[in-house]
């Protein structure tokens, strides 16, 4: 069974959780500004931002999941493409993580909302 340092699991791991959080994060200001503001031509646009961010933040969830299942059925290691994948991954997550953070600030802001 192929194997991953524990530093790289436990990155992947943590970001699994972090991307969790910025889904729910966005999820929840969607309902606010829903809630307060409705669905208006002013707010459309934050709208249509909140799901590109959770679309974003999915894919690269979906990705680790699909990424490890990979590399823990593979025999007796795992390819280099996938390490790769994970790899780069790993970066991309990190900076769609941080730019969905600041769109939901960003928002949440703009709206005063809590």
Do not use: C, H, W
């Not at 791991?13 to 503001?37: F, I, K, P, S």
């Not at 934050?46 to 979906?62: C, P």
């Not at 790769?84 to 730019?99: M, N, P, Q, V, Y």
Request: proline share 3%; glycine share 0%.
């Amino acid at each position: 069974m192929a194997l991953l340092p524990n530093e790289t699991l436990t990155t992947v791991l943590m970001l699994q959780r972090e991307l969790l959080e910025r889904l729910n994060a966005a999820t929840a200001t969607e309902y606010e500004l829903l809630e307060v503001y409705g669905e208006t031509d002013e707010t459309a646009d934050y709208f249509d931002l909140l799901q590109n961010a959770k679309e974003r933040v999915d894919t690269y969830y979906t990705r680790f999941y699909v990424t490890l299942r990979r590399v823990y059925n593979s025999q007796p290691v795992a390819d280099r493409d996938t390490l790769e994948i994970l790899a780069r991954s790993i970066d991309e997550a990190e900076a769609t993580s941080a730019s969905t953070d600041a769109t939901v600030r960003e928002i949440r802001r703009d709206f005063n909302l809590p």
